[in-house]
């Protein structure tokens, strides 16, 4: 099983029209064959599944990837519900290059983000 290293970028928004590239995420997460993120292998491996989020004017900040019912989140402090970044239908979305996402960040905006970069971080027996 291959884990991948994802690289999400803001995309355009009233206050970035151009976008954002030092505004996103890095993450770790099992994807399948299609992209998809894989949950039976995020249990397996949720340990390896870390998210590192960056904004400018702010310290990066980290945490891990959480599967919770059929939903996705980012999850910085498990003893708090409040910081979590929930994606928006995570489930349905292909993670490759040039698709979005959504996540609802800390301050309650939904924003979207482009997938930038996905590459194989390692292979697990």
């Not at 949720?46 to 590192?52: D, I, N, P």
């Not at 800390?106 to 997938?115: A, V, Y």
């Amino acid at each position: 099983m291959t884990l991948y290293q994802v690289r999400l970028e803001l995309g355009r928004t009233d206050g970035a029209p151009q976008g954002d590239p030092h505004h996103g995420y890095e993450f770790v997460a099992p994807l399948d064959g299609d992209g998809h993120l894989d949950a039976a292998e995020w249990n397996r491996h949720k340990a390896h599944c870390t998210v590192r989020g960056f904004r400018p004017g702010e310290h990066d900040r980290f945490g891990q990837l959480r599967h919770v019912g059929q939903g996705w989140r980012f999850d910085y402090d498990p003893q708090a519900r409040e910081d979590d970044e929930p994606f928006f239908k995570l489930d349905r979305h292909r993670i490759v290059p040039d698709l979005y996402v959504s996540i609802t960040e800390e301050d309650g905006r939904q924003r979207p983000f482009k997938i930038v970069s996905v590459a194989p971080v390692g292979v697990d027996a």
